[in-house]
């Protein structure tokens, strides 16, 4: 487990993750701008096919990465069959939101709790979310197997630093 302060750069095996990498930090402040800064600024004006697909390449990258580091959490050593599971459900995940008003439903309302919950431990008060289901932001899917390949290369990485320090 990550603690407060830890300090990633020296820590090998936190820094295990994908989720940790600069791609996926990149992920997440592009979502985070998209998102609360330049879908408000634009709108739905000519830039909302392109605010729309970054959210949903950014989302691509950081869902299998966020789902193997909670997943690998409760399965200790089992880390690939962590990462088999985050891939499934990451594609399974966003499929079914394309494809389902009730998964929709459900996204926003886990979301939006989220959301309402950082704005009460911050000063910041992010905007609630309304996703648009449209078929063209399955392409993003096409990132999973990069992300799932990014992945292995941190596994590897990890072990061969554990390997190394015994």
């Known amino acids: 487990m990550i603690h407060p302060g830890t300090d990633l750069s020296k820590n090998r095996k936190a820094t295990g993750y994908f989720l940790f990498s600069a791609p996926c930090l990149i992920a997440v402040l592009v979502l985070v701008l998209n998102d609360h800064i330049l879908k408000a600024h634009f709108g739905l004006g000519p830039f909302s096919v392109i605010t729309g697909k970054l959210s949903?390449?950014?989302g691509a990258i950081i869902l299998p990465a966020w789902l193997e580091f909670v997943m690998a959490a409760f399965m200790g050593q089992r880390r690939d069959r962590a990462l088999t599971l985050a891939v499934i459900a990451?594609?399974?995940g966003l499929v079914a939101i394309e494809l389902s008003p009730v998964?929709?439903?459900?996204y926003e309302s886990i979301n939006n709790v989220f959301l309402s919950f950082f704005a009460q431990i911050t000063s910041i008060k992010p905007s609630l979310t309304k996703l648009t289901a449209d078929l063209s932001d399955l392409l993003a899917l096409a990132?999973?197997?990069?992300v799932r390949k990014k992945c292995q290369?941190?596994?590897?990485?990890?072990?061969?630093?554990?390997?190394?320090?015994?």
């Open 103 to 106: 998964a929709i439903n459900i």
């Open 153 to 166: 290369e941190f596994h590897t990485k990890s072990s061969a630093f554990s390997i190394a320090k015994a």
């Open 56 to 58: 949903d390449f950014a």
């Open 143 to 146: 990132l999973i197997p990069w």
């Open 90 to 92: 990451s594609c399974a």
